[in-house]
């Protein structure tokens, strides 16, 4: 990264990286859930470096229960693995456009799913 990048860029992508991952993953750990990983997306805006996009949320990271966190399987997650895992083995989807409709179930669990994070991540209980 240093080559395409530069030396300056590359160690503030790495900081900036570590620094907005760490205190929300250690915010999660202490509400149960473990924040396993989550997507950066970094632009320029007139030379400077900027955070572009969402982070830390259900679509941009994968988001398991702690408690039940067993290394080398499926993890009970609040994320949407749930909705991939759906698509990878009870559709015959090719993985282009456009995706199958979703059933209402799958929806409702998904959102179930979210629902949950939220209130253990915020201890506020939204509705639909």
Known sequence: MVGIVGAE?????RDTS????LQPAEHARSRG????DTKFEFGLIDGSPVLIDEACTPDSSRFW???????GQAQHSYDKQFV???????????????APALPPDV?????AKYFEAIERLTGEKLKA
Do not use: F, H, V
Not at 107 to 111: D, E
């Open 9 to 13: 860029l590359a160690a503030w992508l």
């Open 18 to 21: 570590l620094t907005r991952y």
């Open 33 to 36: 859930i473990l924040l396993a």
């Open 65 to 71: 229960s702690a408690d039940e966190y067993q290394p």
């Open 84 to 98: 991939r895992d759906y698509l990878e083995t009870l559709t015959n989807w090719g993985k282009t456009a456009p």
């Open 107 to 111: 929806i409702a669990k998904t959102q």
